[in-house]
Nanobody, 117 residues
Framework: QVQLVESGGGLVQAGGSLRLSCAAS????????MGWYRQAPGKQRELVAT??????TNYADSVKGLFTISRDNAKIVYLQLNSLKPEATAVYYC????????????WGQGTQVTLSS
């Protein structure tokens, strides 16, 4: 049973920084991709950044140059959020996708990031 647990969210002023962490437990099959998505109030969940086990990254255009995704090992992924803007307020979710059969996707419970003006 794979579980993802996020941490690091909180209240931060505009222009500030945060680092989110996601720790995966259980059997993590390769190849896979870990990533971050976010859901702002009244909006759909959207991709923020992903990182494959092979090191390939993908970022939403809105966060390129501002956010950085990284992995410590196969089971921990980080998201560094810099120069935060009010529109970054959202619940940030960790995601793990398994690329071999049976393809599966797992989600964390989410961590709230709130920007104060």
């Amino acid at each position: 049973q794979v579980q993802l647990v996020e941490s690091g969210g909180g209240l931060v002023q505009a222009g500030g920084s945060l680092r989110l962490s996601c720790a995966a437990s259980g059997s993590i099959v390769r190849p896979n991709e870990m990533g971050w998505y976010r859901q702002a109030p009244g909006k759909q969940r959207e991709l923020v950044a992903t990182l494959t086990g092979g090191g390939r990254t993908n970022y939403a255009d809105s966060v390129k140059g501002l956010f950085t995704i990284s992995r410590d090992n196969a089971k921990i992924v980080y998201l560094q959020l810099n120069s935060l803007k009010p529109e970054a307020t959202a619940v940030y979710y960790c995601n793990l996708k398994i690329f071999i059969s049976p393809r599966q996707a797992f989600w964390g419970q989410g961590t709230q990031v709130t920007l104060s003006s």
